[in-house]
T-cell receptor, first 113, second 115 residues
Framework: AQSVTQLGSHVSVSEGALVLLRCNYS??????LFWYVQYPNQGLQLLLK??????LVKGINGFEAEFKKSETSFHLTKPSAHMSDAAEYFC???????????FGSGTRLSIRP | DAGITQSPRHKVTETGTPVTLRCHQT?????MYWYRQDPGHGLRLIHY???????DKGEVSDGYSVSRSKTEDFLLTLESATSSQTSVYFC??????????????FGNGTRLTVT
């Protein structure tokens, strides 16, 4: 069975600092991996996805994530945080045999001025 | 944005009453999903559909039923609402029928309070 673990329910960084949100997954077959962002009182929006090929994936708003099979990780990063990045971020996993996408419990990102 | 409409957006109901939430899409996607979002739990899958009249259970399906009589509509019913079903409910759609790695597109959610 697939599962996703997001380390840290809340991360706080200063404006301009590096953002690092951690995600580890479990899957018995090659996974498809996703990061979503949720702003207050809204649904989730896709930030980026990994399917096959290049392991470094670039998304919207300057975010990127690297798929590391040996570490079963798919951490999300952004070099310089903006105030507008404050939101909740969800990692999710699926695969070619699954009809379902499984989500982690989310990480709330706060940005300090 | 994907054409997904959830109704109602907010609802307050009493314990023991039936409740139906509606998800309507204009994208003609084959797959539709119902998730609930609760603090500390992220999003948990309730039920999903892979075609008209084709549905399957997710990880938290007890107390919920679904129906899909048309491609565009996916209904979630709480037969007898309980306070533990107070949550924010999200509908999502996917074009997985065309591409297996298609992401989900979400509606704006329904906030349900069971008193």
């Amino acid at each position: 069975a697939q599962s996703v673990t997001q380390l840290g329910s809340h991360v706080s960084v200063s404006e301009g600092a590096l953002v690092l949100l951690r995600c580890n997954y479990s899957s018995s077959v090659p996974p498809y991996l996703f990061w979503y962002v949720q702003y207050p009182n809204q649904g989730l929006q896709l930030l980026l996805k990994y399917t096959t090929g290049a392991t470094l994936v670039k998304g919207i708003n300057g975010f990127e994530a690297e798929f590391k099979k040996s570490e079963t990780s798919f951490h999300l990063t952004k070099p310089s945080a903006h105030m507008s990045d404050a939101a909740e971020y969800f990692c999710a996993v699926s695969d070619s045999s699954a009809s379902k996408i499984i989500f982690g419990s989310g990480t709330r990102l706060s940005i300090r001025p | 944005d994907a054409g997904i409409t959830q109704s109602p957006r907010h609802k307050v109901t009493e314990t023991g009453t039936p409740v139906t939430l509606r998800c309507h899409q204009t994208e003609n996607h084959r797959y539709m999903y119902w998730y609930r979002q609760d603090p500390g739990h992220g999003l948990r899958l309730i039920h999903y559909s892979y075609g008209v009249k084709d549905t399957d259970k997710g990880e938290v399906s007890d107390g919920y039923s679904v129906s899909r009589s048309k491609t565009e509509d996916f209904l979630l019913t709480l037969e007898s609402a309980t306070s533990s079903q107070t949550s924010v409910y999200f509908c999502a759609i996917s074009d997985r029928g065309r591409s297996e790695n298609s992401p989900l597109h979400f509606g704006n959610g329904t906030r349900l309070t069971v008193t």
